[in-house]
């Protein structure tokens, strides 16, 4: 085979031993479909189990089992999915909920741990801080602060103004 390869001079001969997914021109689904990832289906299924568990203790072997692969192989491909280990994905995907859960509840800090599947408040400060900048506490006091300065100009825009008539009961 090397023989017909070396006899043969045209570049069509020896673009035919090219795998399709690193050809110039090949199909976009192709190139999507690289050996030691995840198909899209198993993407699917271990977001959603993510999303779904980040409450409660999530382990490799949970995740690998979602998708039916071995462990090693399953953190492997997950590596080569989304960039990242399965670890960070879901201590991301932990700190992404603790700040929508401080953005619109009141809860306390140590409830909001617990939800995230922190082992405690001190836990979500720590990772907090590490991961945005600030604490929990002061990330939720300048987030509601801009909240209520946007509402503070949504009211003031639908504010009637000095100069609209009033009649019938309303401004016009």
Not at 128 to 157: E, M, N, V
Request: proline share 5%.
């Amino acid at each position: 085979m090397i023989s017909y390869l070396e006899n043969s001079r045209s570049p069509e001969t020896f673009v035919a031993y090219i795998p399709d997914c690193t050809r110039p021109n090949a199909d976009p689904i192709q190139k999507a479909r690289k050996r030691g990832t995840l198909a899209p289906w198993q993407r699917k299924r271990v977001v959603d189990f993510i999303g779904a568990n980040l409450s409660s203790h999530i382990t490799i072997d949970d995740l690998a089992r979602v998708v039916r692969l071995s462990s090693s192989h399953f953190a492997a491909a997950f590596k080569t999915a989304f960039n990242q280990s399965p670890y960070q994905y879901v201590l991301r995907s932990r700190m992404g909920r603790a700040k929508e859960l401080l953005r619109v509840t009141d809860r306390p800090l140590c409830d909001i741990a617990i939800d995230c599947g922190l082992a405690d408040q001190a836990h979500l400060c720590r990772l907090f801080r590490r991961h945005f900048g600030s604490t929990p506490k002061a990330w939720r006091k300048s987030t509601a602060r801009h909240i209520l300065q946007q509402k503070d100009l949504a009211s003031y825009a639908n504010a009637a103004s000095p100069y609209d008539t009033y009649s019938n009961g309303s401004y016009t």
